[in-house]
């Protein structure tokens, strides 16, 4: 069964603070990771991972993907309280029925205190 | 561009009773997917369509679920007769095809409460 684990699955943290958040799958027909940020509200995407040891930056956002090892991090640099969310990992496999899917971990929640 | 829309963001019923969710998908997105997100949980795929067919309804407890996608544009999802244990999020998703390299846009979702 396709599996992927996130950790920790809560993290609260200060202002200004660096956090990196894990990902780790076992799964088969891997095609993609994938890192979204859900407040209350719909899931938002982060990153599209597809190569091992090529970095993906957006602002204070960074991922990367080990797919010898099978994880991902995400890191958030000097943190703020916008940061709050759950962050969702996601894998994208070629399922059974021969389409691509996506199976999600359960996710991180980030709270940000100032 | 607009985003996708779902609709009704807050539903409460009692249990045994019917439900149904809409989705509009981003306009000319294929591809169409629903998620039941079960609190703490990540979503979990329920449904998958390309156009107006089904592709994967595997993970769909058919016994009380159900969806169609009539025109290939918009979509229901309807639960008959709900039960406690539906009580989550159903999130409705896009994309433009099941092919390319290409995120799945989520609506809003509508949280369900079954009593």
């Known amino acids: 069964e396709d599996k992927v684990v996130q950790s920790p699955l809560s993290l609260v943290v200060h202002e200004g603070d660096t956090v990196t958040l894990n990902c780790s799958y076992e799964?088969?027909?891997?095609?993609?990771l994938l890192w979204y940020k859900q407040e209350k509200k719909a899931p938002t995407f982060l990153f599209m991972l597809?190569?091992?040891?090529i970095e993906k930056k957006s602002g204070r956002l960074s991922s990367i993907l080990d797919k010898k090892e099978l994880f991902s991090i995400l890191n958030i640099t000097a943190t703020q309280t916008g940061d709050s969310a759950v962050y969702l990992c996601?894998?994208?496999?070629?399922?059974?029925?021969?389409?691509?899917?996506?199976?999600f971990g359960k996710g991180t929640k980030l709270s940000v205190i100032p | 561009e607009a985003g996708v829309a779902q609709s009704p963001r807050y539903k409460i019923i009692e249990k045994r009773q019917s439900v149904a969710f809409w989705c509009n998908p981003i306009?000319?997105?294929?591809?169409l997917y629903w998620y039941q997100q079960i609190l703490g949980q990540g979503p979990k795929l329920l449904i998958q369509?390309?156009?107006?067919?089904?592709?994967?309804d595997s993970q769909l407890p058919k016994d009380r679920f159900s969806a169609e996608r009539l025109k290939g544009v918009d979509s229901t999802l309807k639960i008959q007769p709900a039960k406690l244990e539906d009580s989550a999020v159903y999130l409705c998703?896009?994309?433009?095809?099941?092919?390319?390299?290409?995120?799945?846009?989520f609506g809003p979702g509508t949280r369900l409460t079954v009593l």
């Open positions: 369509f390309q156009n107006n067919g089904v592709v994967d």
């Open positions: 306009s000319g997105h294929a591809t």
């Open positions: 996601a894998v994208e496999i070629l399922s059974g029925a021969g389409s691509y899917q996506l199976t």
């Open positions: 597809t190569s091992s040891g």
């Open positions: 799964v088969t027909n891997f095609r993609s």
């Open positions: 998703a896009s994309r433009p095809d099941r092919v390319s390299y290409n995120e799945q846009f």
